[in-house]
């Protein structure tokens, strides 16, 4: 930006000042000294120069000393110009302060006088010793103060002029009518100012009231929608609350009841269980010997608790347990353990899934419910009621009861919450003594009757929390179970892998180290099993007979065989290698016993047929008894031939991992080979 003209004038003329006072300082003899020191002191060289008088014969500076004391005296000049001006400024301001310093102070004091005055006036309103006729005037601003002694003087000699005009009644009308158009007090704007005063005021009343009117019409309609809306939605929730609330406290019900059933059925098998292994104490058996007959009461006691399940389709959607359970009693139907209901929304219809101990009645509760039975192309059977007026879908299925140690668990769960499911259903009877369905001949009725809203809201805050916990809990066992599952195979993984490397003893340290030998020593406890069996044929004979003369006198009557005539017609070729090799000849390590046999078959082709061991014609002793798969349950469906029943103790159902692998016949007892130790599976 280039400078402007004015401040190149200034230049100008601060150059010259400057010029004049170098010339004048060079004809100082102080100036010549102080050049000189400065010469001395900062070693600056000297040059001669005609500029100064020849009778002084002094040197002078060169170009540098005259720029640096030409750019000090600029300074010095602009400092000293700066301090003239501010010299002056603050004259002014100076003057000023002291004029708001008297304002301030003339200002305080009519402050305090205002004071006064108020609190004098004050004590006359309570009763006090003054008057009102005081002087209590205090005038903060006079416009004639700030006026000079002319202006003022001038102002006044018009304000008296007009006043004694006014007063003589000599000033002109012109005067009068400003006067009165500046003070607002001529008859044409009062007249206006009046009519535009009653309008504004008769408008704004009119307004005011339509608007007070029309805000309580709108307060009192959203007030009404919004108990409307309230109303309905309390309506709505109260009646699917209380239809859910109904559902869920049936199927708590059923699950309680089931879940109890299966917890008498375990506790009933948990205390056969320790009266036999208290009889296995008390005759001193050892570990493997009390494995083979714990063997056979597994066997005599498995298939007890088999039930069969039925499945009634298109039902009601107003259907009930109670209700199916009173019909079921009517009929005489005792073996019912519990009852089912799965709603379908969609079609507006449920299925009952009932449970029953005997299969005969639950064919019989079928014969009752229909009249004629039709096979469909999916296999199922469609049945129409006599009674009910509307067809059903029935088949029954024999399933077997799940896992001693799961329906435990469970029962616990469901029994911790049965003391408040039985307080829901009790509140729910209470509050609703005609809710439920009557199984008529005609179908089924429900007849409802409605209960206060702070009972339905307990009840449905209480079944919500008892089905949240029973949820979570049920969950958490199936995130368990799928837990348990992977480890067990990613172990039986990690035991072949390391089998297949050949890393058997470090994997056997490692395990023994962090407690899991019993899992990967499979091996080795087959091998001791195997090997120890020839050892133990004769005490398990006399076992046998112990145990055989305990029995009822039925089963006294079969022939009984011998344990080594049973291992010698056995078509495990292992047990017969162990027989004719002896304990200490049995390894597995030469390999796997059918290859072990092929290869002694390859090299004893040309021995004779007479060379083999005496045997009957059928290869097998007189009386021996074979040893064959156990064969699967009967289905429901098919029919049952009849047993002669025997005095049996007890059955109950078999815990998961105890289940012998071999059925043997009645004439022969089972092997303890394929059964692990009881007493570590209880650890």
Request: hydrophobic residues 35%.
């Amino acid at each position: 930006m280039s400078p402007s003209p004015g401040s190149k004038v200034a230049s100008r003329a601060i150059k010259a000042s400057l010029d004049a006072i170098l010339a004048s300082m060079d004809e100082d003899s102080e100036y010549v000294q102080l050049v000189a020191h400065h010469r001395r002191k900062f070693k600056v060289p000297w040059e001669a120069s005609g500029g100064m008088p020849a009778s002084w014969q002094l040197p002078v500076v060169l170009e540098e000393m005259h720029s640096f004391l030409e750019q000090l005296c600029r300074s010095c000049l602009s400092v000293l110009t700066a301090q003239q001006g501010r010299d002056h400024m603050a004259m002014q301001l100076r003057r000023l302060q002291q004029d708001l310093k008297r304002e301030r102070e003339d200002f305080k004091a009519k402050l305090v006088e205002c004071n006064l005055t108020a609190l004098k006036q004050l004590d006359v309103a309570k009763g006090g010793s003054g008057s009102w006729e005081d002087n209590d005037k205090v005038i903060f601003y006079e416009p004639m103060k700030y006026l000079s002694e002319a202006h003022r003087d001038l102002v006044l000699m018009v304000v008296k002029e007009k006043l004694r005009q006014l007063l003589e009644g000599t000033a002109p009308g012109s005067f009068l009518s400003e006067l009165q158009r500046s003070l607002g007090l001529d008859p044409a704007s009062l007249r206006q100012e009046s009519g535009q005063k009653a309008e504004d005021v008769e408008e704004d009343d009119e307004e005011e009231e339509e608007n007070h009117a029309l805000e309580v019409a709108r307060a009192a309609a959203r007030r009404a929608q919004d108990l409307l809306a309230v109303s309905s939605k309390e309506l709505e929730e109260t009646k699917k609350s209380l239809v859910q609330l109904q559902v869920q406290v049936e199927e708590r019900g059923a699950a309680l009841a089931e879940a109890q059933q299966q917890l008498e059925a375990g506790e009933r098998y948990r205390q056969q269980l320790v009266q036999a292994m208290d009889r296995l104490k008390d005759q001193g058996l050892e570990p493997m010997e009390a494995t083979f007959v714990l063997s056979e009461t597994f066997a005599s006691l498995d298939g007890t608790f088999t039930d069969f399940e039925s499945l009634f389709e298109n039902a009601p959607e107003d259907c009930t347990s109670e209700n199916v359970a009173q019909w079921h009693r009517q009929h005489g139907i005792q073996s019912l353990v519990s009852v089912d209901i799965q709603p379908d929304a969609v079609r507006r219809r449920s299925s009952l899934r009932c449970r029953y101990q005997d299969p005969q009645e639950a064919q019989e509760a079928l014969q009752l419910l229909q009249d004629t039975v039709v096979t469909s192309e999916g296999g199922q059977s469609q049945v129409h009621a006599k009674r009910a007026g509307e067809g059903l879908v029935a088949r029954v299925k024999s399933k077997a009861r799940g896992k001693v140690e799961e329906a435990d668990g469970k029962a616990k769960t469901e029994r911790a919450e049965s003391k408040g499911i039985d307080k829901v259903r009790e509140e729910l009877r209470k509050g609703s003594q005609a809710d439920g369905l009557c199984a008529t001949g005609d179908g089924f009725r429900e007849g409802k009757r409605e209960t206060s809203k702070p009972r339905r809201a307990d009840l449905q805050a209480e079944v919500a929390q008892k089905s949240q916990q029973l949820e979570e809990t049920t969950e958490e066992n199936k995130k368990l179970k799928v837990c348990l599952e992977e480890l067990q195979a990613k172990v039986r993984q990690l035991m072949g892998n390391c089998k297949e490397r050949g890393m058997e003893k470090e994997i056997d340290e490692i395990a023994t180290n962090i407690g899991l030998k019993r899992v990967l020593s499979c091996p080795s406890r087959f091998d001791i099993l195997y090997q120890d069996a020839f050892l133990r044929m004769e005490r398990l004979e006399r076992l046998r007979a112990q145990f055989q003369a305990e029995r009822s006198g039925s089963n006294q009557e079969a022939p009984e065989a011998s344990v080594r005539s049973l291992i010698e017609h056995s078509p495990l070729v292992i047990l017969q290698q162990l027989l004719s090799e002896g304990p200490a000849g049995f390894a597995l390590q030469g390999g796997s016993p059918k290859r072990r046999l092929l290869h002694s078959q390859s090299e004893r082709t040309a021995v004779p047929a007479s060379s083999a061991s005496p045997a009957s014609p059928t290869g097998r002793s007189p009386g021996a008894a074979t040893i064959a798969p156990r064969p699967f349950p009967p289905s429901a469906h098919a029919p049952k031939a009849p047993s002669p029943k025997a005095p049996h103790a007890p059955r109950s159902p078999v815990l998961p991992g105890l289940r012998p692998r071999l059925h043997v016949s009645a004439s022969a007892p089972s092997l303890p080979c394929a059964l692990p130790p009881l007493w570590k599976k209880r650890q």
